[in-house]
Structures are given as C-alpha cells and as structure tokens.
T-cell receptor
C-alpha cells in the first residue's frame, strides 16, 4: 500500500463550488505539505504543517485553506473554486527535522479542473 | 529570499549518452540543495540532496550532482542514460538554519531519451 494517499485522484468542478482534497499518510511523519503544480512553473507551496497544532502559509495560500485533523491527515479546501485553480495538487510528508532538510515523500497527485 | 533557475525546460538525448541538467540558485545565506524526479503520472521522489561536506553528491539510479558555491550551481549528471530515465527533474533549494525557511522548486527540466 502507498505511504501517502490522495483522494480524489481526479475532479472536475464548476466555478464557485467548494472542493476538499484529502491526504492521508502511514509514514508516521509529523510534517505535511500541500503543493500545486502548473506546467512550466514547477511546484509552489500552498500550506504546510509541522504538527497538528501548527499550520503555516506557503507561497500561494490565497483562495485556499487547510485542516490538520490528525497527524496522519491533512486536507486542502478551495472555498469557492475559480478556473485558474485548475492544476495538479500534491500532498507530501517529511520527518521531524528542524527545517526542510528531510526528504519529502509525495502522494500521487490530484488533478483538479475548474470549469 | 532564495530562488532557483533551471536553464533548460527540455533536454533530448540519445540512449546511453551522457546528460547534464543545469540548476542555478540565488540566496543571501547558505543553502541546502535537492534534486527530485517525477516519472509520468507519479508524484516526485528524491534523487539526491546536498546538506554539507563533500560537494559531489551521489544519488539513486546512477545520478550525481556537484555543488559549486562560487558559481551558485548544482548541476545533475549521469554518464549514460536509459529509456527509464525519461521523466521531469526538479531542482530545489532551502535556506539553512531558518525556521521560516521554505523549500523552493525550480520550474523543471523534461528529459526525453531517444533510442
């Protein structure tokens, strides 16, 4: 079984709808991340969480919110989806290093299309 | 703030030929450097990372990278590529010793291998 899972894998929705993307991990890691991937732009960090009570904004948090329900679960929400949020979204986890030196383990991605 | 530039968006090479993927970074402080690989329809996985010590870093699948502080570069190399190396490669950087540091990814280089 995969260590980092994401649901759904694909989603098509309409402008203005609320969408939640879910991430679960079995690696026992404290740190979890949400990234967005757009062609030619690489990955951009949306939010990250270093433990259940610690949530931090990344480079592009506007229009997104997150919830860390447990050590193993980190959800990303789009309160009112817009077309330029169409992208591939990745969840990742890492161990308890003091900074970003630890290897990040990525989920398979969620392809979101906003019409 | 740090930044990373991958100079080539696409690199086509013949099978068994050598390859170099270029990465340059910018930062006012010391950095950690990473190369991640993304195979088709998958998440990213770590190839190698430079934290300290020897400037030549060896990773998985026969890849290596050399940290050059004076040229602010971290180029990825492989002496002989295989079809299975077809993927997108991302360079990433994070700043040392900063609790507010984030990992920044480059825009990616798509490596295509011709038989």
């Amino acid at each position: 079984d995969a260590d980092v899972t994401q649901t759904p894998r694909n989603r098509i929705t309409k402008t203005g709808k609320r969408i939640m993307l879910e991430c679960s991990q079995t690696k026992g890691h404290d740190r979890m991340y949400w990234y967005r991937q757009d062609p030619g732009l690489g990955l951009q960090l949306i939010y990250y969480s270093f433990d259940v009570k610690d949530i931090n904004k990344g480079e592009i948090s506007d229009g997104y919110s997150v919830s860390r329900q447990a050590q193993a679960k980190f959800s990303l929400s789009l309160e009112s989806a817009i077309p330029n949020q169409t992208a591939l979204y990745f969840c990742a986890t890492s161990g308890p290093a003091g900074d970003f030196t630890d290897t990040q383990y990525f989920g398979p991605g969620t392809r979101l299309t906003v019409l | 703030a740090q930044s990373v530039t991958q100079l080539d968006s696409q690199v086509p090479v013949f099978e068994e030929a050598p390859v170099e993927l270029r990465c340059n970074y910018s930062s006012s402080v010391s950095v950690y450097l990473f190369w991640y690989v993304q195979y088709p329809n998958q998440g990213l996985q770590l190839l190698l990372k430079y934290l300290s010590g020897s400037t030549l870093v060896k990773g998985i699948n026969g890849f290596e990278a050399e940290f050059n502080k004076s040229q602010t570069s971290f180029h990825l190399r492989k002496p002989s590529v295989h079809i299975s190396d077809t993927a997108e490669y991302f360079c990433a950087v994070s700043e040392r010793g900063s609790s507010a540091s984030k990992i920044i990814f480059g825009s990616g280089t798509r490596l295509s291998i011709r038989p």
